[in-house]
């Protein structure tokens, strides 16, 4: 089973919840840059301060600077048998650093699909739940718009390496659906 798994999908897809059970069933780290980049914040850090205010906008931080945290995560000993990624890469620029700076930096992609209405649903509700700071309505229809025209282009990117999963029905549902789809890939 390919260990090195990009997961893909618009925001409130899922991601994240399936990142981290995928992560343990596999036993690859779950590499989250939205999770890296809130902690900076969390801890009001040089880089927090830099990305407070464009991640709570729902716009993209820089490639160069979501890269460089990358580069460095993955250069850890616990990355080396491989890796679930969870939002990067994001840009098809992103992607490019990442495959020039890891040789078969992605052997599988899992995009989870959910139509539109949903993931806004579900994003709402986590904003009532946990009051993420952009999970409001008018920054959740902005991250989809950038989701569209930044990172969806990388499903052709990675062409034939991408498996969708519908990504409706209970999270057992979806992981066991993912977990069926890697081991057949
Ligand atoms: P990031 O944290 O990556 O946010 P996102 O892509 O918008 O994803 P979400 O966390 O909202 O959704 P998800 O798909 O992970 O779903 P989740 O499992 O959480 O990025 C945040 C920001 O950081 C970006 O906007 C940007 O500013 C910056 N950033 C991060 N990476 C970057 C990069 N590479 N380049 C530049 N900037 C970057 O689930 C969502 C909700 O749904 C949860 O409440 C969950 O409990 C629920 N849920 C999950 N599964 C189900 C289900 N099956 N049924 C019902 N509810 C479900």
Known sequence: MARRILLLGPPGAGKGTQATLLAN???????????M???????GSDLGRRVESIMAAGELVSDD????????????DDAR??????GFPRT???AEALNDSVVDAIGTVVLLDVPTEEVVQRLLKRAEDEGRSDDNEETIRRRLEVYDADTAPLVDFYGNVVLTINGM??????LSRIM???ARS
């Open 25 to 35: 069933a596999l036993h690859v780290p779950h590499i989250s840059t939205g999770d």
């Open 92 to 94: 098809i620029g992103q």
């Open 37 to 43: 980049l809130r902690s900076a914040v969390a801890d």
């Open 81 to 86: 048998c491989g890796y679930l990624l969870d």
């Open 65 to 76: 600077l979501v890269v460089a945290i990358v580069d460095e995560r993955l250069s850890k």
């Open 169 to 174: 029905g209970t999270v057992d549902e979806v």
């Open 180 to 182: 069926i789809s890697l």
